[in-house]
């Protein structure tokens, strides 16, 4: 980006609104992968037309755009990998309207999602998605991953929750799609998509969230294992007793103990896994729901069953469970850390094959997350300093990858796959299907200028 | 299509499978617009392979290919308007699996979407999209249209259902979309993209879908308002108070009068409207959510209350509800049939409006349908052979139509634009977002000979 181009930018930014500095640009280097890459310049945008008139520029001179949010992203997919300009969302944050009768908000892409969550709740509404990040991250991140969180065992991920959106193309043209309404099926579904597209195919300005009304309870039980075995056969058990709870976590042996000392009541040194589940709804339906479900448990499930005393120790099981990500790496300086899928029927195969595959590695692998969606994360701890290591973690990696797709499941479940994972892209999408969406990102971006790299191998 | 080509079709095809008669051809020529336009053959293919192998020597020799469910479209999109060859699916009608602990189906798009709900329901499970055809209607054909039906208040709509897709691109290639999991973040969502499509980008060979448990117990509900503006402001106030029926229907007096036969005790003469009103779930779920309705029915509504007595009634209820469309033909000869979109506090402006519309151009205009997501099915009666009466008809249309924008809605909900609609796009569409569609349709089928003249003007 030579100063002609620097200089255009400042136009049409205004003042105090392109960085420069390299403590600016370091700023937004990195993201949650660890990984860092200085862009040549950050764009504070306030407005669409200013990030229409930063894509025709960069059309024009072929320069890299980067659109970021928070920086939480875990493959890489705000990283100004090969340089050139990231456009921050930092001053677009505003929610522009909440229509509470409607349940729809509307809201810029630098908007907090935990932000947002407290807004709606003040109208007796709920955002679902809640990715573990979400007092940090914003919805434009979100949106562009797809993110998902705890909640989506019940109800769903960020698709299932933006309905429309203003989105500028990279050659500058500003879109509309979608509805504001629960339906509509009008011309190609572009929101859709748009989200979990990983920035790739156009830049978010404004989004159209759907809302949910607030459950007035909740109710948290935490259930210890002596058996990992057992604890990950309990998980389609449950929901196919047709119990559907809100949240159906699970932590083995390793995550446990990397959170240990952030629980007051932590749990006895030889559990082997935990489930952390969760029921909302009106008063009324969670008792009877936590009432079905205790009495299933102690039918079923060969565990101990502890409800949660009070707000106090629910808040601080959340706690540690939203921090095993940074926690772990108390356990070793570096993670390779994946959100595969597998259906739910298979995560006992998948816990047993990675306790054989850490075995044979010799590699500390742990797992931990969704259960109730069968969205695993593997965190594959290692320390990148010593080369021979560091070749088994990948080694580890790819037959995760392998074994995961033998199982019926897949690559990603709501990190997409950025940089970390795109060299294994085709190990899940066939290439006549690849092609397809090569052609897709080329009608969108001739010019390939839009968060170049991601994605594809 | 000359006869060599006929002739490479029946090599690909085999035997008794490509149909030419007259006969023949005028079955496949129809759809629920009572619009008919004759193809120039039938193929009755049993593989991907033999839909690969059309689309190869369609795209090379430029004939259009117009795939077919089961006819129950109603703007149009089955309908050969340039002729060609129509594919039906009546052979490829097969449920390849129910893996009922994963809650997954597989299945090809002939297989009737009751049929499908009957299979799965013998597991204990539910399939919800339930469009008014759902005897006869496809798979196929639903995944096309999104279809949606008076579950979706609750459940969602057919997008929301389907996970992967196998299809056969225009120009022969075979691509596999999405996952056979809950969740699913990998390279673009193809499968969102190309669901709701018209088949305009790809001809599906194979489904899979997200099942739910079966909820046990259900409880069905009649309000009868003697004020049309009372029953449209109460179902934003349901909604509103937390409560979450499976079944929101609303019908005006006109549609009531249409089905008033079907019914053993139907509603007095002089009710305006009334409201359908259905909770499931577990036995106490459905009895607790009753309770809780009742009594804010009693509260709030200024309408008379009554629970089905029985199966019998409730069964007869929705007969009477399913039938609507076909019974209002005999107030009139012919209608025009829209399913617009309005936000839900909105729809008493809406109904408002069409009284309005309906006394100044002289017209029946009547209204119903999914009153909880805000889609209303809008009938404008009419005898074409008048030809004032059919100028009428298309103004109030069109009327209808930049209203319903107005109000922050959408043209359809659940029917798709097709040939009835489509010089109405753009209304709603804007020309940069309309244009990006028409590039990605030039993405799909560079030679425009899958269901050529759909959805765009």
Redesign the interface.
Known sequence: MNKSILKELQRILGKNSLLTSWEDRACSSYDATGQSFLPDAVALPETTAQIAAILRLANEHRFPVIPRGAGSGATGGALPVAGGLVISFARMNRILEI??????AVAEPGVITGELQAAVRKH?LMYPPDPASLKFCSLGGNAA??A?GPS??KY??T??YIIGLEAV?PTG?????G????????????T??L???EGT?AVFTKLILRLL?LP?AKSTFLLTFASLAEATKLV?EI??A?L?PCTLEFMDKTAIAAVRSRLSSPPPEDVAALLLVEFDG?A??VA?QAG?FAAFVRQKGNCALRQAADEQETAELWQARRSISPAVLSLRPHKIAEDV?????KIPELVAFLELLAAELNLLILSFG?AG???MHVNIMLDKSKAEEARRGLEAKERLFRFVLSL??????????GITKSAF?PL???P??????R??????DPNGILNPEK?FP
Do not use: W
């Not at 043209?173 to 799609?177: G, R, Y």
């Not at 509805?179 to 572009?190: A, P």
């Open positions: 229509d509470a009768a409607n349940m729809i007796g991953e797809c998902g989506a065992v769903g991920v698709r299932d193309l043209e500003i879109i509309k799609t509805v504001r309404t629960e339906k509509g099926v009008v011309g190609y579904d572009l859709r998509l989200v979990g597209s195919l009304p007035e389609a929901l196919a047709g559907l009106t009324d339906e009877r079905r899928v597998v259906p739910r029927t969704h969606d069968g969205n019926g499941g897949t690559l990603s479940g709501e990190h997409g796959i892209l899940e999408i066939d006549p299907t690849l092609c397809l969406m052609r897709l990102k080329q009608v969108f994605i």
